[in-house]
């Protein structure tokens, strides 16, 4: 028997903007976030994400490997999101899908962001939807993509 290798929690390599919050366990990874963000308690925010002004990731939420979250995002409890269609463990090659989400972005607890999928502004993610396409700016997704609501046309 032999002792695991410890990965210490904590923020790593890391950019704040100003008036930043972060609660207690944590792990941030070479992460990005502009003013006024707040991420709570046993997040993850994997390597290369960027995150706008105005975010709030709460408790119990993964922010997935090279994911865009644009300005005055919510995104709530237990969040998923995912970047790769065909994860196979020891693989030593893999493709980052990670999502992209717009700006003004309502994202409820529990949802499930599947990779690749691109949320357009202002658009409403409801609790515990399962998102595996496109989100037009505007719509209203719940259960597994269904469009409650789509966005006016002008």
């Keep these: ?27 941030i990874y070479e992460a990005t976030f502009g003013d006024r963000c707040f991420v709570g308690p046993f997040v993850e925010v994997q390597n ?31 969040v998923m999101t995912a970047n790769s269609r065909y994860p196979q463990a020891g693989a030593a090659e893999w493709t980052c899908e990670p999502p992209v989400i717009g700006d003004r ?3 409820g607890s529990n949802a499930s962001i599947l990779p690749g999928v691109v ?5 409403v993610i ?8 496109d989100v037009a700016p505007g719509a209203v997704v719940v259960g597994a993509n269904r469009v409650l609501q789509k966005p006016e046309q002008p």
């Design 119 to 123: 949320i357009g502004d202002d658009a």
């Design 105 to 107: 972005v309502a994202i």
């Design 1 to 27: 028997m032999s002792e695991p290798r410890r990965l210490s929690l904590g923020i790593r390599d890391s950019t704040f903007g100003d008036d930043c919050v972060v609660a207690e366990q944590v792990n």
């Design 126 to 133: 409801g609790s515990g939807a399962v998102v595996s396409r």
């Design 48 to 78: 290369d994400v960027v995150c706008g002004s105005n975010v709030r990731i709460q408790s119990h939420t993964l922010v997935c490997e090279g994911m865009r979250v644009g300005d005055d995002v919510f995104i709530g409890h237990g």
